[in-house]
T-cell receptor, first 115, second 115 residues
């Protein structure tokens, strides 16, 4: 079974440009999470979806960030305009929301560098 | 006080020894706990989950949970150099306790297994 798939794996862009990160969750998983990881702040939850509906976006840093999940097999995280402080590794994770489990599985991540 | 606290390390142990990684949490409502292993430049990988008080063993790994003391630990027996990584502890408040399906991560403990 394929794991969580993310693209691109690396992204280098200039300040002010739009960046779109993509994620395909594990088939059958009904929860999808976007995280950001930096040395300074560790692993932070940005937003998560349940059955394609955003449940909690309280971790989204500001209006420059937006996320969508148009169907059960695809999600995007968009940054517009990007800034150097957005440089980080962005992870997507998915899980099945069964009682007693909720185990989250992470994708390989997208390393974003904004110059 | 952080919700999930870990000693950042590094924790150095000789090959073949037992490595003991510790985690405390502040939210008494947290029900489920997870240990993730993260190699440098890679994504977090789920290695253990524990939901009830006591010990849970899986191969060389044993997770221990004490809800009264709000303490979770991970023991790695017969430590190998390949175990050298950062270990992240995470807690979850499930839907029944109003937490949705959000994980709260500690900042991780770096483990070094020396030859």
């Amino acid at each position: 079974d394929a794991g969580v798939i993310q693209s691109p794996r690396h992204e280098v862009t200039e300040m002010g440009q739009e960046v779109t990160l993509r994620c395909k969750p594990i088939s059958g998983h009904d929860y999808l999470f976007w995280y950001r990881q930096t040395m300074m702040r560790g692993l932070e939850l940005l937003i998560y979806f349940n059955n394609n509906v955003p449940i909690d976006d309280s971790g989204m840093p500001e209006d420059r960030f937006s996320a969508k999940m148009p169907n059960a097999s695809f999600s995007t995280l968009k940054i517009q305009p990007s800034e150097p402080r957005d440089s980080a590794v962005y992870f997507c994770a998915s899980s099945r929301g069964l009682a007693g489990t909720y185990e989250q599985y992470f994708g390989p991540g997208t390393r974003l560098t904004v110059t | 006080q952080k919700e999930v606290e870990q000693n950042s390390g590094p924790l150095s142990v000789p090959e073949g020894a037992i490595a003991s990684l510790n985690c405390t949490y502040s939210d008494r409502v947290s029900q489920s706990f997870f240990w993730y292993r993260q190699y440098s430049g890679k994504s977090p990988e789920l290695i253990m989950s524990i939901y009830s008080n006591g010990d849970k063993e899986d191969g060389r790994f044993t997770a221990q949970l004490n809800k009264a003391s709000q303490y979770v630990s991970l023991l790695i027996r017969d430590s190998q150099p390949s175990d050298s990584a950062t270990y992240l502890c995470a807690s979850l408040r499930d839907i029944l306790t109003g937490g949705g399906n959000k994980l709260t991560f500690g900042t991780g403990t770096q483990l070094k297994v020396e030859l």
